[in-house]
Every structure is written in C-alpha cells, then in structure tokens.
C-alpha cells in the first residue's frame, strides 16, 4: 500500500516515507541492542566447568585416603626427579655413512717429534700420495728447534694431505750434504689428522699416536708407522660440527738394505682413509616430550591413587555393614 502511495504522488511520497525509515532503524537498533544485552547478560561462562566443585562439608577425611595421599605424591616427586635428570642428560646417537669428500677435499696434518741424536741441518719432510703428490723437503709451515747443544732437533709443524693414501716421512733426503751417521731414535709427542677432539674420547679411538718413546733403538734403524684413518664428525648439542678422525695404528722398526747397499734409514708415516664416516650427534629430549611426560606421572599418579583409595574405602564400607549385619 505504501508502495502505492509511493508511485502515486512521486516524489512528494518519498519525503513522506523517509521519516517513518528513520523510526524503523531506530526500532530495530534498540530491539537488536536489548536482545544481545540480555543474551550477555544471562549467560554463565561457569556453565563449561568440568570441575565441578563439591563443598568441603559433604567430603569425608580417612585414614586410609591420607595413607595413599602422601604415598601417590611421594612417588610422583620421585617420577618427577628422575624425568628431570633424563631431560637434562645428554644422549649421543652414532651413524655410518659412505663419505662423498670432493676431488679438492684435503686434509690437516699436525706434528711434533724430537730426534735425540740427528741435527736439524740434515733432517727435512718429504710428502707423497696416490694422486701423483712428491715433495722432497717440505718447509711450509714448519719450525726446527734444535736441542742436546744442537746434537738433537725437535722438528714440529703442519701441513694439509690430499684425501688419499699416502705417506709422509722425516729423511735426510733433502739435505746438501749427508751427516757422517744416521740416528733416527726418537720420540712422538704428537701425530694429529684433523681437529683436535680430546675431550669426547670416550666415544671412540680419538687418541692420536702420541707419547712413543723410540730414543732406545739401534742408530740405523728404519721406522714405520701405519695409520688406518676413519673419518668422523662430531656435531655438538649447539649443532656445530668438528672433522677429525679416529685412529688404529701399528708400528715396526728394522734395518734395511738393498742390492748390496744400505738403504737411508727415516722415520716413515703411512696412512690410508677408510671411505666409511662416523658421525656422532649430540641430542637432548624436547622441551615438548618433557611436559607431556610430566603430565602424564601426574595425571596417572593420581588417577591410579584414586582408584585405589575407592577400592579401599568401598571394602572397608562394605567390612563394616558385614559386622553388623546390613550387608544384605
């Protein structure tokens, strides 16, 4: 009708209706207001308590329910120490796993050895390996400190091998002129391939050949040393990573000689590089596993201690009704 009214007088029945639109939102704002107001107002968020509450007048101390009381919660501390002391203690896992080194991969190799009886002007370094690798006379990154009033060398240094087998040796090899006698007895303090790892020995054979007193033996005698190398990482609880390696070795002395002559006596190191790699992870258990642990001892400490505690007052009720009668 309205409608009607509308189309009939134009323009004139849209001025007419507008007041009346106004009314109607304001009628319709307050109802809308009141309803939610009310909804708000009724509603009890107490309504989703699982827990409901039973009033300490309508509860009933026992002796028995003490008794379990102090025993469930004296057990669940003790569950909670020990998980504690699982959590904070680290577990070191172990893998194996073929090593992929590159064609460029080398190696650092790290000595200290004291020649008691051979002067540093004759002693030298000599590197060789599968690849094709000959040098006579290494000097990079090496240091002579002579002892014994110069009668003795402590030769010491570093250098870096390609990762494959091969050999280094100490000779006289490189020197101008040769000493008028050869006396290789020595003694390693240390022969080193990688980084230096000493304080997770326990894992493995880290212990690299050190402490070898050969200062007792014949003055022309050779030495050699094989050294079998497994590559292994060490990557810590922080997640960083050390390259070294493990080591089994072997050691012989002799002398030599060779279509009638006698074959320059040194000091040989022969290595190889097992293509197996060791990798030890330091782990922790996740914050995560620790509280769901520790939810469930309490949890089913005290779920299991209530069950107990009903079957135990259940049985003393029904004792009770049997002496006097009233089982039935």
Known sequence: HLWECCTARGNQSVLFLAPL???????????CRSFFARLVMGFDVRRFDIYRKIPKDLTQPTLTGAIVSITSCSFIVFLLLVELSSFLTTETKNEMFVDQAGVDEKVEVRFNISLIRL??????????DEMGRHEVGFAGNTRKLPIHDGAGCRYEGAFLINKVPGNFHLSTHSARIQPMSYDFAHEIHEIRFGENVTTVESLGAFAAPSNIDMTDKNADSSF???????PTIYQSLDGSQRHTYQYTYANKHYSQHGHGHRVLPAVWFRYSISPITVKYTVTRRPFYH??????????GAFTVAGIIDSMIFTASEIFKKAELGKLS
């Open 21 to 31: 639109g106004r009314l109607a939102a304001r009628i319709i704002r307050f109802y």
């Open 119 to 128: 002067s540093c002007d004759y002693l030298g370094l000599d590197i060789q």
């Open 290 to 299: 620790f509280i769901t642990t520790i939810c469930a001892i309490i949890g």
């Open 224 to 230: 050699d040393y094989y050294i079998k190398l497994v």
